[in-house]
């Protein structure tokens, strides 16, 4: 099965500084690559995700790296503020499903200071 | 749009009862998932469906039930709770692998 390892499980960062995750994954069939951040008592939310056709995406101060032939994909925030920080995961979908059946990474716990 | 409800939001259980953790979702999505959170160990997914009237395991199914008579709920069943299962248990649905989050529920088994 498919099996995500992410780093690192800590990260911290002043504010304006930038912040990388790394993430990789195991499964080569797997072609979608999503980032979730997760804030005290709620639920992850999708933050940004990556489809295994193109090899960046951007949103604003967020941006996913994929590299297929080594299986590793980034997370870069830029310009972090304090509300950036949270727990981040990154996730694969095992097996290439397209329903999804994600498999996560164990967590980044990142902290903004001001 | 309400997304994905889960209910309760806490509970605490005994060793051996049984209770159900209710989900509920309003997207109409066709695939809905169940996954618990444990410190240090990210999201391992207990079981999930790909639609009404399907159900496969997951990671980590021991000990727990599911069933999906509609495509709105997809609830999951505590057969005789232990205390290994002391968990953040989140719901999730999803229609093309984007998944929605439930808010979870947060069980303690003593």
């Known amino acids: 099965g498919e099996n995500v390892e992410q780093h690192p499980s800590t990260l911290s960062v002043q504010e304006g500084d930038s912040a990388v995750i790394k993430c990789t994954y195991s499964d080569s069939a797997s072609n979608y690559f999503p980032w979730y951040k997760q804030e005290l008592g709620k639920g992850p939310q999708l933050i940004i995700d990556?489809?295994?056709?193109?090899g960046e995406k951007k949103d604003q101060r967020i941006a996913v790296t994929l590299n297929k032939t080594a299986k590793h994909f980034s997370l870069h925030i830029t310009e972090t503020q304090p509300e950036d920080s949270a727990v981040y995961f990154c996730?694969?979908?095992?097996?290439?499903?397209?329903?999804?059946?994600?498999?996560f990474g164990q967590g980044t716990i990142l902290t903004v200071h001001p | 749009n309400a997304g994905v409800t889960q209910t309760p939001k806490f509970q605490v259980l005994k060793t051996g009862q049984s209770m159900t953790l209710q989900c509920a979702q309003d997207m109409n999505h066709e695939y809905m998932s169940w996954y618990r959170q444990d410190p240090g160990m990210g999201l391992r997914l207990i079981h999930y469906?790909?639609?009404?009237?399907?159900?496969d395991q997951g990671e980590v199914p021991n000990g727990y039930n599911v069933s999906r008579s509609t495509t709105e709920d997809f609830p999951l069943r505590l057969l005789s709770a232990a205390p290994s299962q002391t968990s953040v248990y989140f719901c999730?649905?999803?229609?093309?692998?984007?998944?929605?989050f439930g808010s979870g529920t947060r069980l303690t088994v003593v």
């Open positions: 999730a649905s999803s229609r093309d692998s984007s998944y929605t």
């Open positions: 469906s790909v639609g009404a009237g399907i159900t």
């Open positions: 996730a694969a979908n095992a097996g290439g499903t397209s329903y999804g059946k994600l498999t």
């Open positions: 990556i489809r295994s056709n193109v």
